[in-house]
């Protein structure tokens, strides 16, 4: 394991335990991994041409509520079976919030997010993203990439966008 794996691994554990005490504390949404903090629709793909983005930042829960309500709803076929994405098969790994502040770079690897973020919506959209990262724990394959969702916040939604299709 590098060096960059082991930073996100620590950060995932700290993150995936500050995750699963907010769900805590709203009650009966923690038994389905997800918490609703929000009540701004969620929509999938890039923000349309007429939503404007970057004028209100979204929350920690915000962020990670949208992008578990998306992947969750995944149904995934592994060796046969038809398996649907959950918070026990697929927990959150790490969380890096507004992609595009970059000066210093706050974690190894966020230059890389902003990449990936950029070739699919552009680089505005991209820079006020946020990447949520979820481990695969439904893959029988070790040491595969996180499975990565990128939310921005618009006028409008909350806008989740990843690359397709997602593994599985």
């Keep these: ?16 335990a500050s995750v699963s005490a907010s769900a805590m504390a ?15 629709p969620i929509h999938v793909g890039c923000p349309s041409p007429g939503e404007h ?4 930042g979204a929350s920690f829960n915000d962020v990670v509520a ?26 959150v790994a790490a969380v890096v919030i507004e992609l595009g502040f970059l000066n210093p770079p706050r974690l190894q690897g966020q230059r890389d997010l902003l990449v990936r973020a950029t070739k699919l919506c552009g680089k505005h ?20 990439p996180p499975i990565t969702l990128f939310v921005v916040r618009t006028d409008r939604s909350l806008r989740v966008y990843y690359a397709r299709p997602l593994p599985g």
């Excluded at 983005?53 to 209100?56: L, Q």
């Excluded at 949208?66 to 927990?91: C, D, F, K, S």
């Design 1 to 16: 394991m590098g060096p960059r794996l082991l930073r996100l691994s620590a950060l995932g554990l700290v993150l995936a």
């Design 26 to 40: 709203y009650g009966s949404q923690e038994r389905h991994g997800i918490v609703t903090v929000t009540n701004a």
């Design 53 to 56: 983005v970057g004028i209100v």
């Design 66 to 91: 949208a992008a578990q309500r998306v992947l969750y709803r995944e149904i995934t076929h592994y060796q046969g079976r038809r398996e649907r994405r959950t918070a026990i098969n697929t927990p």
């Design 125 to 144: 959209v991209a820079s006020f993203s946020s990447a949520v990262m979820f481990t695969d724990g439904l893959n029988v394959v070790c040491c595969l």
